[in-house]
C-alpha cells in the first residue's frame, strides 16, 4: 500500500548512503520526492530508478551550505509542488584532519557549515510549508556521536551532531501546536561512503557488520509514515556487532 500517495519529501544527501536509501523507500510508498546533494550524476541515477519504479522524482542539486541555495530549492518546492510534507534532513560530512593536533579553521567551518548549518538552514525552508499545512514531518540524520563523545568521530563532527539532536527536539518544543514532528535518527557505524574519510581505513569485512544504509532507510520510511498523532522523537539503531562495545569487553578481558 502506497501509504504516502500525495504527500511531497525533500530528502538531501541523497545521492549516496542513507539519503539515496530513504529516497527509494519513500518513493516506494508513493511520495513525490524531491533529491539534493552536491553532485547532479548520482541524483540523476537515483531519480532514473525511482521513475522505472513507476515514482517521481525532481533533481535539485544544491550545496545546502549555502543558504541561498537552500532557499532556492525551497521555491521550487512551492512552485512545482506548492506542499512539502516530509524533510529528510541527511547531508552531512566529515574531514580526514579531524583531531585536535591537525585541525584547522577551515576545517572547523567545514563541519559545522556541512553537518549543522545546512541542516538549520533546510528547517527553516520546510516549516513555513508545514505551519501553512498543520502537519509535516522532519527526520533528521544526527549520529551516535550526536550523543556520546567519542574520539572517533572528531570534536567538530561530534559537537556538529551534538547540536543536531538538540535542534531536533527543540523543533517539537515550539512546532507540536503546528501539528509537526520532528525526529532525529542517532544511527551507530553505517556502512557508507563516509567512512572513506576514516583517517584508519575499514575493511570490508568490518562494513558488512556494519548497519547498511538500507536499515537506516527503512526506519526513515516508517517515521515518515507514522500518523500525524504520534511523534518519535529520537532513534537510536546501531550494529547488533558494535565495534565499541567489543574494543570495551576486550579490554576488560
Known amino acids: 500500500m502506497a501509504r504516502l500517495r500525495g504527500k ?4 538531501t544527501g541523497a545521492g549516496s548512503g542513507i539519503g539515496e536509501a530513504a529516497a527509494l523507500q519513500l518513493a516506494e510508498e508513493g511520495a513525490a520526492i524531491v533529491l539534493t546533494g552536491r553532485r547532479r550524476e548520482p541524483l540523476e541515477d537515483v531519480a532514473a530508478r525511482i521513475a522505472a519504479a513507476g515514482g517521481m522524482a525532481e533533481v535539485q542539486p544544491a550545496d545546502l551550505m549555502d543558504a541561498a541555495q537552500a ?48 541542516a538549520f538552514y533546510c528547517v527553516t525552508v520546510a516549516l513555513p510549508f508545514m505551519r501553512g499545512q498543520r502537519d509535516g514531518v522532519l527526520i533528521h540524520t544526527a549520529s551516535m556521536a550526536g550523543r556520546n563523545i567519542s574520539l572517533l568521530s572528531g570534536p567538530g563532527y561530534t559537537a556538529a551532531k551534538h547540536a543536531v539532536v538538540a535542534m531536533s527536539h527543540t523543533i517539537n518544543q515550539e512546532e507540536c501546536v503546528n501539528g509537526i514532528r520532528s525526529t532525529v535518527i542517532c544511527p551507530g557505524e553505517v556502512a557508507t561512503p563516509i567512512l572513506d574519510k576514516r583517517p584508519n581505513p575499514v575493511p570490508p569485512e ?41 574494543a570495551a569487553l576486550s579490554r576488560k578481558l
Open 71 to 118: 532557499k532556492a530549492i525551497g521555491a521550487f518546492i512551492a512552485s512545482r509542488f506548492g506542499r512539502l510534507d516530509i524533510l529528510v534532513n541527511n547531508a552531512g560530512l566529515n574531514i580526514t584532519p579531524r583531531q585536535w593536533a591537525v585541525l584547522t579553521p577551515e576545517g572547523v567551518d567545514e563541519l559545522v557549515r556541512g553537518n549543522l548549518s545546512s
Open 8 to 11: 511531497v519529501a525533500w530528502v
Open 206 to 246: 568490518e562494513r558488512a557488520k556494519m548497519v547498511q544504509s538500507e536499515d537506516v532507510g527503512d526506519l526513515i520510511r516508517y517515521v515518515a509514515c507514522l500518523p500525524p498523532h504520534v511523534c518519535l522523537n529520537e532513534a537510536w539503531i546501531t550494529p547488533t556487532h558494535n565495534r565499541g562495545y567489543v
